[in-house]
């Protein structure tokens, strides 16, 4: 079968390298992160992480919220919680986020491409614009990361 000229996220789940399977390590997927992306793009790659996030966000094959929340998990980005939600917007924290364990850097919130994956996924969802901001994260000493939703 021909492929499209785009891929999609339904064929990144076609894997048949025989040896190492379907698993990268945690730490490079942070290097990409946080040494590719935070430190090697301009302004900690902020616009961009927006970019990649939201397009990744659509491109995910979910329908509701509680479809996003389980996908995070899986995807082994963290393990979200729904801390308050009303008419505005939410509170989420992750727990067991990809950054829980590395040295804490005061004032600095790197999570924000996950951030941005919740919120292309939430547009596409709720069919409005929706903005989310990172406001706590274990890298700045905060017990646990958080996203503020905002529905607009
Ligand atoms: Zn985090």
């Known amino acids: 079968m021909a492929a499209s000229e785009h891929f999609s996220f339904n064929e990144m789940h076609m ?17 990409i992160r ?17 970019v990649i996030g939201k397009k990744i966000g659509e491109s995910l094959p979910v329908n509701t ?3 996003v929340l389980q ?13 308050h939600q009303d008419e505005r917007g939410m509170r989420i924290a992750i727990e067991d986020c990809f950054c829980e364990g590395l040295p804490v850097h005061e004032g600095k ?7 941005s994956i919740f919120e292309g996924a939430l547009i596409k969802i709720l069919k409005r614009n929706v903005s ?5 994260c274990n890298v700045n000493g905060d017990d646990h990361c958080e996203y ?3 529905f607009m």
Do not use: A, H, W
């Not at 040494?35 to 992480?49: E, H, V």
């Not at 989310?132 to 706590?136: L, M, P, S, Y």
């Open 15 to 31: 894997i048949k390298r025989k040896s190492l399977g379907n698993v990268v390590p945690l730490e490079l997927f942070r290097s």
């Open 34 to 50: 946080l040494i590719g992306m935070y430190q090697g793009l301009p302004l900690n790659g902020k616009g961009t992480t927006s």
């Open 65 to 67: 919220v509680e479809d």
């Open 71 to 83: 996908l995070f998990k899986e995807l082994k980005i963290g393990i979200p919680k729904v801390l």
């Open 109 to 115: 919130f790197v999570c924000d491409l996950e951030g």
């Open 132 to 136: 989310v901001r990172e406001i706590k």
């Open 148 to 150: 503020d939703v905002r």
